[in-house]
């Protein structure tokens, strides 16, 4: 194991990896931060949660000159949910770095408030292709002089048609710059990128040691499509389905499924891209928080998770390339946990099996499935619910005005509250179930901070 000590960093950053209690390197970190820090362009496959954010953040922290009020770095992400995931990561590690200035710039927000913002250029700009390109085409976002560009998930990206955006971003930006691009999968068309963004890459691949393996247990089952409602509510009332991420390939699909679900008694949400961004957010705000027990989302929607303990994943579509299966059944049994990832096949859907197989190299585990007919309604609930307020960070109100809030006059006990999430203008909090309506009236009939704000329930 390599300490973060041992590279050339800035005393700042050094500062941040120890109050982040992050001692020792992972594999892409220990491979890919020497080279980045030397300079190199880099190409290196790397899954979500093998710590490549935090390799792209401190290259680019340590190459910042604050004192120079210009962009010098560009952070592309192919979701707003992963952009806003990568600017807190990124913003963590800066916190010892006086006035460095970040700005997420995605698509599905006003461009109002972005553009009072990029009235003073910032330093660093995490966004989505869509987005930045229109702000370079604007004028009011200045690349060039950007040192460095992080393509992050580039397969992604490509996967959404955002190829044509960032080449013209590159066309935008300063001519001599620092390319890094991470991708958890490498087919050609990544390879095709790479020979031209890139100038001599250096190429890091990092697979986890037989030891450091997620434990994941994979089943397929063969089923009937007219019996795939009943097999879904019959796995999702069994062991390791507390918490549950379903994927369907459609997003009408997913409408439906979520639908079924909830007919059922299931606490179950969908998401996917023809959703509205607020609704979005507060999907995935809910489902991380554990006020919704089943999320069903499509691949794309799914990107900007980021649940360490997930015991199972569900396909009810078997995905459409052998990649996309990886991907999925990654998102199970992270960060040493245990994971179970159900794979739903139908007669039709043989093929697709078959080529999972061949790139897995191994025979897939199909486990017979005795489908029982539906009983009718059972409530299946999460164990916490969520709470909005009307306040956010423009109101300057932090997570722990609103845990001050719940724990001093409302009453509630520090492990009745669960995560805490702040936006610009609004806030949410999850609380134990069966005292969310307690929190509530406290809420409505104290203050936060000193103010009235507006609370009410999600869902």
Known sequence: MTAFSTLPLKPALLASLETLGYATMTPVQAQSLPPMLEGHDVIAQAQTGSGKTAAFGLSLLQSIDVDTIRLQALVLCPTRELADQVSKAIRKLAANIPNVKLLTLCGGMPLGPQLASLTHDPHIVVGTPGRVQEHLKRESLHGGGIKVLVLDEAD???????????????????????TLL???????EIRTVSQRV???????????PVHQQPAIEQRFHEVEPAQKPDALAQLLSGAHAEHAL??????????AVAQELDRRGFSALALHGDMEQRDRDEVLVRFANRSCAVLVATDVAARGLDIVALPLVVSYDIAHDPETHTHRIGRTGRAGQTGLAIT??????????????????????????????????????APMKTLVIDAGRQDKLR????????????GLDAKDIGKIDVFATRAYVAISRALANKALERLRAGKIKGRNFRVRPLG
């Open 198 to 208: 890139q100038k001599h890459p250096v190429e890091v691949t990092v697979d986890a």
């Open 246 to 255: 379903v994927f369907c390939n459609m997003r009408r699909e997913v409408d």
């Open 344 to 381: 739903l096949c139908t007669p039709r859907e043989r093929p697709k099996a078959a080529n999972i197989e061949e790139l897995a190299g191994t025979p897939l585990p199909w486990r017979p499935l005795k489908v029982a007919p539906s009983r009718g309604k059972t409530l299946h609930l």
């Open 156 to 178: 992604r990206m490509l996967d959404m048609g955002f190829t044509e955006a960032i080449d013209d971003i590159i066309g935008r930006i300063a001519k001599h710059h620092q």
């Open 399 to 410: 997570p722990g005005d609103i845990l001050g809030a719940l724990t001093g006059d409302a």
């Open 182 to 188: 991470f991708s958890a999968t490498y087919p050609d």
